[in-house]
């Protein structure tokens, strides 16, 4: 380089770093995932060797909390309007897997009511979540 000439400027990208802050988000989003859950806490009743619980994917979680009050996903409903909000949070989904994660205190009929109102609604199966007995956590 001599005096006077303008120098060239060498335009090189340093990824690295970039590199290293995806691979800390998405460290963070994995371990927070699971942490994060929908709807109201609801003390699932225990089970010996609960199914696996399945793909979340398509999945409509109906909560019953202890009081009876009924939530689709994070979303509290009224008994009266169950059906219509159940066929809104389904939306275009082909093939809908309703879940119902009813609290321990609750008596069977209350849950039987809330799956007389899902097929009523027009959806056939439902499943149930519970947790293995000794599992910590809700």
């Known amino acids: 380089m001599r005096l006077g000439e303008p120098s ?7 990824i690295t770093p970039l590199v290293d802050v995806v691979l800390v988000l998405l460290i963070i989003f994995m371990v927070m995932a699971p942490q994060m859950r929908k709807g109201p806490d609801v003390n699932v009743p225990n089970t010996t060797k609960p199914n696996a619980q399945g793909d979340e994917r398509g999945r409509i979680l109906v909560s019953i909390d202890e009081a009876g009050g009924l939530w689709i996903n994070d979303r509290s409903v009224a008994p009266e309007h169950f059906g219509e909000a159940l066929n809104a949070a389904v939306g275009a989904e082909t093939n809908p897997k309703i879940v119902i994660r009813g609290d321990a205190k609750l008596n069977f009929g209350e849950v039987r009511e809330v799956m007389l109102a899902i097929e009523q609604a027009g959806f056939r199966g439902v499943g149930l979540i519970a947790k293995r007995s000794g599992a910590e956590g809700k």
């Open 8 to 14: 060239k400027m060498q335009a090189a990208i340093n």
